[in-house]
């Protein structure tokens, strides 16, 4: 059975890869109560130490067999390419180690449900870092859906296009991070599911390289009774990053980028706020933007839970069967 914390209750955490995200997530990992940064692991040894520089009592190495084995360790963070994410999980988990993975957690929906089920029978915390559901403006959102400020919802959109520097190089590699739809169009399709759930039925059309990598789709999710999501990514273009949810009685803008908004724009009410003057409702950004998120996890872990409410198993799997659809629809390579 994995260490739930030390005995003074600090969860003690080992950081897997040393590139943006892990520099964005860190510093609001160790702002969060209770918690410390024990082992940065790299590939590069001098990487490794470089980063563990900077943070306070944090040790380095470049030997993946040695953070797993460290009993100092109670929980490791996996922010390297996509297409690792699935291995390093799986050897984390075999050791013992609770495991907390950047999105997309994986490639496909079976090895998802294999990370799950390797997590269950070991009895560790398993979840993907989709800190979109953590974010305090997007659970006002669901919360004001529910008290049914905008009526039933019927539909909701969600974009998120950029041209990514060629300078990124993994993602524009089909064996390492390469696809828009995993790196990017994952936000969507969780909105689509926060909102509605699993769809009945998937129309997608994309751009997608000779070597299987996509560039660009736009896809809609679509349910019964006419409501539908509709979402569009692309790494090659623009396509504008908000989101919105649409109801009986109005509607919810969520300013751009709508997965980690700090605002929404609410129109509903008189016809005044409808059309002319929506209420506007700002929730300021914690640190980086990922402190709820593991503020969120910590708790879980010390609680003894093996999955979080917020995003469980089962949300996790039905998103990527959704993703497998898209990409089957479209062609890309997995
Ligand atoms: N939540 C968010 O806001 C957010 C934002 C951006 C990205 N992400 C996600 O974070 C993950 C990493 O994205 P990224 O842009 O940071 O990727 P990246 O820069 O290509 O790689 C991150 C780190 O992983 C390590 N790495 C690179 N290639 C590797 C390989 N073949 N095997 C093992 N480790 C390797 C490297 O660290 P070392 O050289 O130190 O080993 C690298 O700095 C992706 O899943 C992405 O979707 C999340």
Redesign the pocket.
Known sequence: MAAKADQQGSLRWGVV??????S?VVPDLVSCPNVSVELIY???IT??QAFASGVSGARATNDYEQLLADPVVDIVYI????S??YELALQALSAGKHVLI???MAQTASEVEELFRTAGEKNLFLME?M?TKFNPAFIRMTQEIASGTIGEPRSCRGMFGIPLPEE????WDVR??GSTLL?QGIYPVTLGHVIFGPPDSVHAVGTVRPDGLDLAEHFTLEYSDGRFAQCATSMKEFADLSGAVNGTKGWIELPGPFW?TTSLRIHAGSWQNIIHDPTQVDLPREGNGYIPMLRAVSDAVRAGLVEHPVHSARDTIMVFRTLDQIQQAIGACR
């Open positions: 890869g040393t590139g943006w995200i892990s964005m790299s590939r590069d990487k490794a922010a390297t390419p996509i690792t994410h950047e999105k997309p870092g800190w990124n190089r993994s993602r390492l991070s790196d980690s």
